[in-house]
């Protein structure tokens, strides 16, 4: 599935790098938005499962992930 691929990169991926490896800013901003669209989803099932929002102050997991994903709240 897509999710055991993802794991099994991030793994390669931490075995590859090094704790004092500096990545080029464009691959830092591309595991940046990489690990913000899995905690939208994350937050977002779990809002679904459980009901209730994970986030605080009343902001919904669900809003976030639609606007990472493009789609206007109105």
Known sequence: SQL????????????MLGDKDQLPSWVQAKVTKAADYLGAVKQYLEYERLGASPMHEGKLARGRLMKLAGIKIL
């Not at 055991?4 to 075995?15: E, G, R, T």
């Open 4 to 15: 055991s691929k993802l794991v099994k990169d991030s793994n390669d991926l931490v075995a």
